[in-house]
């Protein structure tokens, strides 16, 4: 059973930094787009924040996390991290890791805005940003 696991979620102060972590189980993780997704409150749908494939090492980055934020893996273990620097208040939100085994049709859905929706998804951890 595919399992993702969100931890280092929490409170950090504008222009402070948080590391999510992701822990995958259930699947090969090679070959796969792995990365996370922001839901804001009054929003209805999750918005990419960055997608990495494990095979080729591909990113996807949102506009807003370029710069700050810094995808990265270990395939080894099966661990995907976000290291978020320069936190805005705007950051906050519930952050959700999520996989899909087409790689190469998830990350250009990103790139092009074309819906496509990941196959697995975790639980979520609160990000809060304080002003």
């Known amino acids: 059973e595919v399992e993702l696991v969100e931890s280092g979620g929490g409170l950090a102060p504008a222009g402070g930094s948080l590391r999510l972590s992701c822990a995958a189980s259930?699947?090969?993780?090679?070959?796969?787009?792995i990365g996370w997704f922001r839901q804001v409150p009054g929003k209805k749908k999750r918005e990419a924040v960055s997608?990495?494939?494990?095979?080729?090492?591909?990113?996807y980055y949102d506009y807003s996390a370029k710069g700050r934020f810094t995808i990265s893996t270990d395939n080894a273990k099966k661990l995907v991290y976000l290291q978020m620097n320069n936190l805005k208040a705007e950051d906050t939100g519930v952050y959700y890791c999520?996989?899909?085994?087409?790689?190469?049709?998830?990350?250009?859905?990103?790139?092009?805005?074309?819906?496509?929706?990941?196959?697995?998804w975790g639980r979520g951890t609160q990000v809060t940003v304080s002003p």
């Open positions: 999520a996989a899909d085994r087409r790689p190469d049709i998830s990350i250009l859905s990103l790139e092009t805005g074309i819906d496509w929706e990941f196959d697995n």
């Open positions: 259930g699947f090969s993780f090679e070959g796969y787009a």
């Open positions: 997608v990495v494939s494990t095979g080729d090492g591909k990113t």
